[in-house]
């Protein structure tokens, strides 16, 4: 799978998506990601990306001809299945939609800056908006990073154990269940019997228990929720 980002500030990208599993996953071969620097596409000898709205407001906005640029020279090399763009007011992002899009063979990311892109950039080249949650960060780049971390390591081979990406929160609609590592005793403070027991029917069933009663507290929202 090839992932596209283009970014104005490509440098935020950079670290997050150069790290273990991701970086791992690039390395295999099971993942391709290239970041585009919107700056090189910019208008004129200052390399012009964004300018102020018209009616007036707040804030800069990003031109539509650099992206336009980018992403023309992109579209003219592959078909993209989808030309996403992150902003915080589009849909939120689910498991569901990573799930699907992981699934993809090319993906297009525009990375929101600013107070925005022009509206025509989204009327004529995105097919999906998403935003990350109901919160406001200083750029998109962070929400790219994160979409694409939740896809990538969807990606067949990309996870060592093939059941983990399966078994994560949300995938069934619940929260997971509390997990321990050694030593089983840490100043008095004891790991669940069960769990030393090598039971593994009853250890199947105590995770169950405690994943229903974890969301039950946390999140009954999702308990309301149609299973994905
Ligand atoms: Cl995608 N972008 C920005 N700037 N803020 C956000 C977001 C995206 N999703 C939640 N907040």
Same mark, same amino acid.
């Given at each position: 799978?090839?992932?596209?980002?283009?970014?104005?500030?490509?440098?935020?990208?950079?670290?997050?998506?150069?790290?273990?599993?991701?970086?791992?996953? $690039?390395?295999? *071969?099971?993942? $391709?990601?290239?970041?585009?620097?919107?700056?090189?596409?910019?208008?004129?000898?200052?390399?012009?990306?964004?300018?102020?709205?018209?009616?007036?407001?707040?804030?800069?906005?990003?031109?539509?001809?650099?992206?336009?640029?980018?992403?023309?020279?992109? $579209?003219?090399?592959?078909?993209?299945?989808?030309?996403?763009?992150?902003?915080?007011?589009?849909? =939120?992002? /689910?498991?569901?939609?990573?799930?699907?899009?992981?699934?993809?063979?090319?993906?297009?990311?525009?990375?929101?800056?600013?107070?925005?892109?022009?509206?025509?950039?989204?009327?004529?080249?995105?097919?999906?908006?998403?935003?990350?949650?109901?919160?406001?960060? /200083?750029?998109?780049?962070?929400?790219?990073?994160?979409? =694409?971390?939740?896809?990538?390591?969807?990606?067949? *081979?990309?996870?060592?154990?093939?059941?983990?990406?399966? =078994?994560?929160?949300?995938?069934?609609?619940?929260?997971?269940?509390?997990?321990? /590592?050694?030593?089983?005793?840490? $100043?008095?403070?004891?790991?669940?019997?069960?769990?030393?027991?090598?039971?593994?029917?009853?250890?199947?069933?105590?995770?169950?228990?405690?994943?229903?009663?974890?969301?039950?507290?946390?999140?009954?929202?999702?308990?309301?929720?149609?299973?994905?």
């Amino acid at each position: 799978m090839r992932i596209d980002i283009i970014s104005a500030t490509p440098e935020v990208l950079e670290s997050p998506l150069n790290h273990s599993i991701i970086k791992r996953a $690039k390395e295999k *071969g099971l993942a $391709k990601i290239f970041i585009h620097d919107l700056r090189e596409y910019g208008m004129g000898n200052y390399r012009q990306i964004d300018d102020t709205p018209f009616g007036g407001g707040a804030g800069m906005v990003l031109m539509i001809e650099p992206i336009s640029k980018c992403i023309e020279g992109l $579209k003219n090399q592959r078909l993209y299945d989808e030309i996403i763009y992150m902003t915080p007011d589009a849909k =939120t992002l /689910t498991q569901p939609i990573s799930n699907a899009l992981s699934l993809k063979k090319n993906i297009l990311i525009l990375a929101g800056h600013y107070k925005g892109v022009d509206q025509r950039v989204r009327d004529k080249y995105i097919t999906k908006e998403i935003s990350i949650g109901d919160y406001v960060l /200083t750029g998109g780049e962070l929400a790219a990073a994160i979409l =694409t971390d939740s896809i990538v390591r969807l990606i067949p *081979g990309v996870i060592g154990d093939e059941t983990s990406a399966l =078994t994560d929160s949300f995938q069934d609609n619940l929260l997971s269940p509390p997990i321990y /590592t050694r030593p089983s005793d840490f $100043k008095g403070m004891k790991v669940p019997n069960i769990l030393l027991s090598g039971n593994f029917p009853k250890i199947d069933e105590w995770r169950s228990e405690k994943a229903f009663e974890r969301t039950q507290q946390i999140r009954p929202d999702l308990l309301d929720e149609p299973s994905k």
